[in-house]
């Protein structure tokens, strides 16, 4: 009898690790969580859940969605590492050469936004939209370009959370939560900036507060320039802050002011509800991101053994 | 006797046409300029240019960088068209329609600036970089994002120029001359944004006046954006505002600045002055990277045909 091919998938964050073993969204074989302490204890337990899996010939490949700094440079000598971070325990980690020594399988590795943003365009809100864009404004904000089924990889992980926008100091006298950048959008529009300005996390600051109209001029500024940059087909918006989803509205009308027509596709001017939306995989974007990454990759060693 | 294989390229610009007959930068045979005028008129003298050489059978494909608004959509049923755009007699002009017609080989058209990004990507300052970053600051500002070989592709053609920068209002009260955002990247840093706000040509303002470091600034933050977005591994800066050499060292100052040690990337941090550079070909990016475009689509035919 044939077993189904499954894959692994790591959706490792800074507070928490999720493990899933799955073949997609409707296909979630088992699912584990905890957190994330040091490497050595974190990564080994994502190893004792998986090698069953591995032993039995049902995993072939796992993906990994990872918080950064990540070295995704292919000729770099720390490719796979987790580099400098503020995390107690985690600068230098060899993520992909451990979880490769612990199960002896072949591991992709992305940010935790491409994975997400992978997840998004094999089953969730940009499937079929090609490029896409997946963001996540939260404790930090982060995004996923994906271009021809791939994430984008150039120089180094691309960090659209911390582009110039203008600050309305005038309205906003807020100098920015940013240790490097001060007023980025990240340190001006992130959960932490929220909460540094107004003493109040996001998800408590009342709906009717002004300050929802800056935020949202915030990220609708940011929007714009990944629109004239990137040009993507459809951008998915998730993280904590976006859970007041009453933004949504507030982000879609100023993005189409701020844009004033010059963008001539209709996708955009006449159909903005349908082209900045919610994840499609709710909060399972960066898990099921994660499965995608392992299938890639399973298909490419395929591909490659003929 | 063989011939030796050569191909067509027109840099298609809002005031002059450049017509070369080309296999790379030290293999220009023949070349010709004329002024835009009507399309007829036009279009009709590059067609007349090349058709000795199609007739020979010497150029099988031509390249076309042109002025926009391009309709690029495959999908589109204007498709290769100037779409609607306030230089007279040009608006919905089928320019590869009309190129194909009068020639009947395979056309090849992008932007002005994707066709100069990729000739520096073939030949040029970027060669051996990609993704790499073709801008250019002159009349407008434009960029060029080549990535994989290849102009990038999206929803519409991105026009990063427009995007959105913090603007120095203190230091640098005018509004912005951009008819449809008024202080976007363009707005602010454009030849005639200088003319408009100073009274005299990029040209002319000397190089001790203030408004530089100001001008220096935008195009830094500019920069900022479209590293931390596309993660270029060479950036390329042409056009007429870029003439003043002297930019280059304010700009790769201030975008040093900017970044704050965030990018940990040596080639940004330590050699900036090899990331951020003048053009490789010179004035000849453009008309060199309709010549590459003819190059990509005759070897994608010739694929093709097995």
Redo the contacts between chains.
């Keep these: 009898m044939n077993m189904p091919q499954l894959y692994g998938g790591i959706e490792a964050g800074g507070t928490k690790f999720i493990c899933v073993v799955a073949r997609g969204p409707g296909h979630i074989v088992e699912e584990i969580r905890f957190s994330t302490t040091t490497p050595e204890e974190t990564l080994g337990k994502a190893v004792q859940f998986f090698r069953p899996f591995v032993s039995s010939g049902q995993v072939s490949a796992i993906g990994v969605g990872a918080f950064g700094?990540l070295d995704l440079n292919p000729e770099s000598s720390t490719y796979g590492f987790i580099?400098?971070t503020p995390k107690p325990h985690w600068s230098n980690t060899d993520v992909d050469g451990t979880l490769q020594r612990g199960l002896n399988v072949p591991i992709a590795i992305d940010t935790d936004v491409n994975a997400a943003g992978l997840g998004e365009s094999v089953w969730g809100a940009s499937n079929g939209f090609d490029?896409s864009l997946y963001l996540t404004i939260g404790t930090g904000i982060g995004?996923g370009?994906i271009?021809?089924g791939k994430p984008?990889?150039?120089?180094?992980?691309?960090?659209?959370?911390?582009?110039?926008?203008?600050?309305n100091r005038e309205l906003d006298p807020f100098n920015g939560s940013c240790p490097?950048?001060g007023?980025c959008f990240e340190g001006l529009a992130s959960g932490p900036a929220i909460e540094k300005r107004l003493g109040l996390t996001g998800a408590d600051v009342p709906e009717k507060d002004a300050f929802w109209d800056i935020e949202a001029d915030y990220i609708a500024?940011a929007l714009?320039?990944?629109i004239?940059?990137?040009?993507?087909?459809k951008i998915i918006l998730g993280g904590g802050v976006m859970q007041r989803q009453f933004l949504f509205a507030k982000i879609r009308r100023r993005v189409h002011e701020?844009l004033?027509?010059?963008?001539?596709?209709k996708?955009?001017l006449e159909n903005i509800e349908d082209y900045i939306v919610p994840p499609g995989l709710g909060n399972q974007s960066g898990s099921l991101g994660a499965i995608a990454l392992a299938m890639q990759i399973d298909a490419t060693n395929k591909d490659r053994q003929g």
Aim: proline share 11%.
């Design positions: 700094p580099a400098s490029p995004g370009y271009k021809d984008l990889l150039g120089l180094l992980t691309p960090e659209m959370g911390h582009i110039r926008i203008p600050h490097f950048h007023d500024s714009m320039n990944y004239l940059v990137l040009s993507p087909k701020l004033n027509g010059y963008v001539s596709d996708n955009v």
